[in-house]
């Protein structure tokens, strides 16, 4: 079974790496480990590099965890763009003065709705146009599948899914001869 900070790398290198505002992905514990103490851990370790570790669900039956982690600037950035906040004000989100406060609405939505909160790829850094083709298209007719399903130019795309795997396969190496997540999270 894998570590948090083994995940992190795996999941969430571009993040760390500075090549895109947020990552997220499904994290579940060890049977019978300290979880809170490794999360706590990993986010002291980003304290001070303009970096968020944060958990966005938990599932009572399994004890897995959605973990997102996040560039505060980045994201804000991101959330403070115009057809970026008047996209999620169409999908119901009630306006904010910071990005915390829109992360709290994403959360309650994955806990409460039946239905996965497809605007999630806007909090992941994906171009709008394919978080919008996503959600109009159902998933399907995409130009391109990676890291995304992309409804624009694949060509873009495929160019940002190769750089988010080159990133991940050096980051696995660091980590593998020893680097730690502090030394591999560039300071924002």
């Known amino acids: 079974m894998m570590s948090l900070q083994a995940a992190l790398v795996e999941h969430g ?4 790496a500075g090549l895109k505002p947020a990552s997220l992905f499904r ?8 979880f809170a103490g490794e999360f706590l851990a990993c986010r002291r370790a980003l304290e001070g590099r303009g970096l968020v570790l944060t958990l966005l669900k ?3 039956r399994t ?17 403070d763009q115009p057809d970026h906040r008047a996209f999620l004000r169409e ?4 306006p904010w003065t910071e990005s915390r406060g829109c992360l709290r609405q994403l959360a309650a939505r994955l806990c409460l709705e039946g239905e ?3 605007e999630i790829g806007v909090f992941l850094g994906y171009p709008l146009s394919d978080v919008k083709g996503f959600i109009r298209h159902k998933g399907k007719n ?5 890291c995304w399903k992309c409804y624009g130019d ?3 795309a495929q160019r940002q899914f190769r750089r988010f795997k080159e990133c991940t396969n050096v980051y696995r190496r660091r980590f593998a001869a020893g680097a730690t997540l502090r030394q591999l999270t560039v300071a924002a």
Request: glycine share 14%; proline share 9%; net charge negative.
């Open 13 to 16: 290198a571009p993040t760390l």
């Open 27 to 34: 994290f579940q514990p060890q049977e019978g480990g300290d």
């Open 58 to 60: 938990g599932c009572r």
């Open 63 to 79: 004890g897995a965890y959605l973990v997102y982690l996040y560039r505060k600037e980045a994201l804000a950035g991101l959330l």
């Open 91 to 94: 999908m119901g989100y009630e």
């Open 116 to 118: 996965f909160p497809h």
């Open 142 to 146: 995409f130009t391109l599948c990676g």
């Open 154 to 156: 694949p060509r873009e």
